[in-house]
Each structure stands twice: as structure tokens, then as C-alpha cells.
């Protein structure tokens, strides 16, 4: 039931800048509702990355960043580490559907 | 440091009802926040479930609702889910987290999980 669509994913050298894409619709990202970013390394619970207006909770380094745009948002992450190599989602809410929508998830590979 | 610990069969048979229970530490449910519950079916994204706010109001996944619900009780400072007529599509590793806001967000964000529990819906 994922309305929000993120590319499956994502890959770069160690010290690249790679971008992960999060398209919702005028009743999710375009009417205004924040986004919020999760990393999920394998076989691990979810944790939040960045929440809001590019907040990052305390541990997460600025290699992080986010932005937002029309109906749609992204995460960035320069100086691509190994340890970043996990599962991203992002997180809105959805008015049409009346509930909280997670992003389809983008695996980012370091080659 | 607040900590989630979720609870509950492992296994449970088709058309029966899945329970699980997630154990709050750290931080007294009834002092404020939302509770939630997120799935993740083998290999696939996030999918949320439900979400109760402390004094007990619920909000569902609209595509759920129909078989959902969330409790929260205070005494023992844990909330639970209980999912209906269960098939095998619901089978997913179900995480409890809590959800915050603030005056600069209002929407609401996860800011700590449990590890997860797998259920699997089998006869």
C-alpha cells in the first residue's frame, strides 16, 4: 500500500555522494506533511535517520542531509561509507488514505 | 534510555487471531507520546499498522482497520496488538515503536523501535 516511491536502488564508490528519491503525490509530500527518513541495516530494526526539516537525531553524522520539493523529497549521503550500506525509507503521512505511508525502500550498495 | 521489547507467538494458524504485546522500559507510557505498530513481510518495505496515543486514542491503516486493534495498558506500561482472522499475507516481522513530535514537526516520528518479532501465519 506503499504511495510513496523511492528507487529499488542505489549504488556508489566510497567517498561519492549518492541521492535516494522519494515521490509521493498532492496529498502526501505536496500538501505540506513532513518526511522522515529511516536506515535499516540487514537484519535489524528500523532506526531514524532524519526527521522534519533536516533534523538528525543525536549519532548521526551530517554526511546525512535531506530536501524537499513539490510532491517530492531526498535523502542525501556524501563521503559514502561502507557502514552506510543498508535500506532506506522515507515516512509521510497521506490524507486521501487517512494514515502514516512508508516510502517502497531503496537498498544502497557501496561498491 | 528508552527501550521496546515485543512479545508473542511466533506461529499462528489461519482465520485465528495474532496477539503480541510490547513491553515499554524507560519511560512511562501513560506520561505522554504515541505507541505504534509497524509490519515488515519477508523481503518487502515497512507497512504501518496502527498507532495509540497515550491517553487511548487509536488511528488505523485504513487498508486494516476492519481487523485491528490496539490497547494500551498503563499499569503494566505496555500496549498491544491484536490482528483478526489472520492469513498468510499477514505474516512479517512486527516491530512496536514510539512515535513523537514537536513544535517544529507535527507530524509524528519514530524515534525508538523494538527489535521485532516474526510471525508466521501457518496451518
Known amino acids: 500500500q506503499s504511495v510513496l516511491t523511492q528507487p529499488p536502488s542505489v549504488s556508489g564508490a566510497p567517498g561519492q555522494r549518492v541521492t535516494i528519491s522519494c515521490t509521493g503525490s498532492s496529498s502526501s509530500i505536496g500538501a505540506g506533511y513532513d518526511v522522515h527518513w529511516y536506515q535499516q541495516l540487514p537484519g535489524t530494526a528500523p532506526k531514524l535517520l532524519i526527521y522534519?526539516?533536516?533534523n538528525r537525531p543525536s549519532g548521526v553524522p551530517d554526511r546525512f542531509s535531506d530536501s524537499k520539493s513539490g510532491t517530492s523529497a531526498s535523502l542525501a549521503i556524501t563521503g559514502l561509507q561502507a557502514e552506510d550500506e543498508a535500506d532506506y525509507y522515507c515516512?509521510?503521512?497521506?490524507?486521501?488514505?487517512?494514515?502514516?505511508?512508508f516510502g517502497t525502500g531503496t537498498k544502497v550498495t557501496v561498491l | 534510555q528508552v527501550q521496546l521489547q515485543e512479545s508473542g507467538p511466533g506461529l499462528v494458524k489461519p482465520s485465528e487471531t495474532l496477539s503480541l504485546t510490547c513491553a515499554v522500559s524507560?519511560?512511562?507510557?501513560?506520561?505522554?507520546?504515541?505507541w505504534g505498530w509497524i509490519r515488515q513481510p519477508p523481503g518487502k518495505g515497512l507497512e504501518w499498522i496502527g498507532s495509540?496515543?497515550?491517553?487511548?486514542?487509536?488511528y488505523y491503516n485504513p487498508s486494516l482497520k476492519s481487523r485491528v486493534t490496539i490497547s494500551v495498558d498503563t499499569s503494566k506500561n505496555q500496549f498491544s496488538l491484536k490482528l483478526s482472522s489472520v492469513t498468510a499475507a499477514d505474516t512479517a516481522v512486527y516491530y512496536c515503536?514510539?512515535?513523537?513530535?514537536?513544535?517544529?514537526?507535527?507530524?509524528?516520528?519514530?524515534?525508538?523501535w523494538g527489535q521485532g518479532t516474526l510471525v508466521t501465519v501457518s496451518s
Open positions: 515516512q509521510s503521512y497521506d490524507s486521501s488514505l487517512s494514515g502514516y505511508v
Open positions: 522534519g526539516n533536516s
Open positions: 515503536a514510539r512515535a513523537t513530535t514537536d513544535t517544529t514537526v507535527p507530524l509524528p516520528y519514530f524515534d525508538y
Open positions: 524507560g519511560y512511562s507510557i501513560s506520561s505522554g507520546y504515541y
Open positions: 495509540i496515543y497515550h491517553r487511548g486514542s487509536t
